[in-house]
């Protein structure tokens, strides 16, 4: 499965590799072409990808299974981008004009109707605001901006143009986050009173980023494009210009959730983080934090926690109530519900609705907990919950579905899953934390900062 590759892990094995394509490839060149040809071409959407590097190519493949997208033109600073890019696109058909500039592409590429862009955060902005001033629909990736300013400014652009502009947290089109949202917790209640969620994304420790010398760009484009040098470009994630450190690149997604599932925007926020391993870097390379929320039930309190040099147990979140508790992840392992039987009804009658399925425990483990019981008046006290699961599986890759959403808006005028307003809120909670970091206590978000 493709999920988020932060650091760079297979910058090195692509660039080494004729095996390159199939580092793209998790499915048959068959079932992509075929895809591709399906659609009529009166529902045939356009598009350009600006941005050709991990994550361009992971939204690649997702839209190459989605049949009425047409890529048109690729964009991209770096040739080597830009050729695998436009390379890996022709296998499947779809003819692309090659660009470096964005503003070049916008200017000459009169049939585009909506492009994806997998820049770099510092550049989210510029790109979705011209585009959406060029009348393109476009997709941007998480986090919206590295600035609130500039994520600001993507929500003014987008309400003044009426394009449609969904972000990419792609958790909100995942019917298994859709399921245990809307049906779970809004329509059954399962946990009860919400009280706290936690989170987690771990990631083993990463080398920085490299490429062959033949690869590299020259000083006098990097310097046109922003970048120092390559080294810059190929690392941009630890940079203070051009992203928030991993709180934003990682963290982006799961306090997005916290937001969503609790339906209430932080109202304070206290953080610790530092660059307490990679010396060379300019952000915090492990944050933990606490964000507070009103929710409708009462006060919620989120914990989260990005490493960078421990891949312990991997990303997931945790909504923990008074009747049960849930663990989720686009991690297919993560999924289970826990109804506390000391306190919530019998969950039968949702199971028979096909709103959870029961996991049998096993009866070596009850006697276990049974014994321990005996033993330790603690765990008498607090029996140990009934396992269910979520019977939704995600069964394409986890950006697709999101894409799909962004397609049947353009096409059939369904409504977004992430429009602007989303992920400027998302965006406002998570660049906080880094202040919060700096300013070692407890800060305040005000009403008016999460409304444009
Ligand atoms: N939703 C997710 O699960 C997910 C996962 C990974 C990354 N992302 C997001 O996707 C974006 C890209 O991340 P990545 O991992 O692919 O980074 P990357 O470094 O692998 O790729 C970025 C590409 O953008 C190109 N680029 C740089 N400046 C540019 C410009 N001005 N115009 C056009 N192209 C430019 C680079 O040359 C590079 O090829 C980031 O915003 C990141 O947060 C999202």
Redo the contacts with the bound molecule.
């Keep these: 499965m493709n ?4 650091n ?1 892990m297979t ?1 090195r094995q692509f660039i080494t590799a004729g095996a390159a394509a199939s580092a793209w490839l998790a499915m048959s060149k068959t079932g992509l072409a075929q895809a591709a040809a399906a659609a009529p071409p009166s529902d045939q959407v356009n598009v350009a990808l ?9 939204l690649v493949n997702a839209c190459l299974k989605i049949p009425c997208v047409k890529f048109r033109a690729v ?4 040739p ?2 830009q050729r695998y890019g436009s390379r890996y696109l022709g296998k499947y058909g779809h003819e692309t004009n090659v660009y ?3 503003r070049e592409m916008l200017e000459k590429e009169k049939g585009l109707d909506a492009i994806i862009c ?4 510092w ?2 902005s510029p ?1 979705t605001c011209a585009a959406l001033e060029a009348g393109k629909h476009v997709y941007c ?3 919206m901006s590295n600035t609130v300013e500039g994520a600001k400014q993507m929500v003014l652009t987008q309400r003044k143009t009426g394009k449609l502009l969904q972000i ?3 958790r909100r089109s995942n019917p298994r986050y859709l399921h245990a949202k809307n049906k779970i917790i809004d329509e059954a209640h399962l946990l009860g009173r919400i009280t706290h969620a936690s989170g987690q994304w771990h990631n083993v420790k990463k080398d920085d ?1 490299t490429c062959a010398a033949k690869y590299e760009l020259d000083e006098a484009t990097l310097k046109k ?3 120092d040098d390559m080294h810059q ?2 690392n ?2 630890w940079f203070k210009k051009y ?1 928030g450190g991993p709180i ?2 990682l963290g ?2 799961q306090i997005d959730m916290f937001t969503w599932f609790l339906n209430a925007n932080p109202k304070a926020v206290i953080a610790s983080g530092g660059i307490d391993y990679y010396k060379t870097h300019e952000w915090y390379d492990n944050v933990i934090t606490v964000f507070e929320y009103d929710t409708k039930d009462g006060v919620a309190r989120s914990m989260y926690d990005v490493l960078t040099t421990t891949g312990s147990l991997g990303f997931l979140e945790k909504y923990m109530g008074i009747e049960g508790s849930m663990v989720i992840s686009e991690m297919p392992r993560w999924n289970q519900v826990f109804r506390e039987k000391a306190t919530a009804p019998e969950w039968t009658v949702w199971g028979e609705k096909g709103l959870v399925k029961r996991v049998e425990d096993t009866a070596a483990a009850n006697a276990e907990e049974k014994k321990a019981a005996e033993v330790d008046v603690r765990l008498a006290a607090s029996p140990p919950p009934e396992t269910w699961e979520i019977p939704v599986l995600l069964d394409k890759p ?2 697709q579905p999101h894409l799909e959403n962004f397609f049947e808006a353009i096409r059939k005028g369904a409504p977004l899953n992430c429009p602007a307003e989303v992920g400027y809120r998302s965006a406002v909670a998570v660049l906080k934390v880094n202040e919060a970091v700096v300013a070692q206590k407890r800060l305040e978000f005000k009403p008016e900062e999460y409304r444009i």
């Design positions: 999920i988020e590759v932060p760079g910058r600006v941005g050709c590097g991990d994550q361009g190519r992971v964009c991209d600073i770096w080597y981008a470096a500039d964005y997998a820049s770099p955060d550049m989210h790109i990736e998480k986090l990419g947290h792609q980023r494009f922003g970048y470009l190929l941009w994630r992203g934003c690149d982006a997604h986890p950006h």
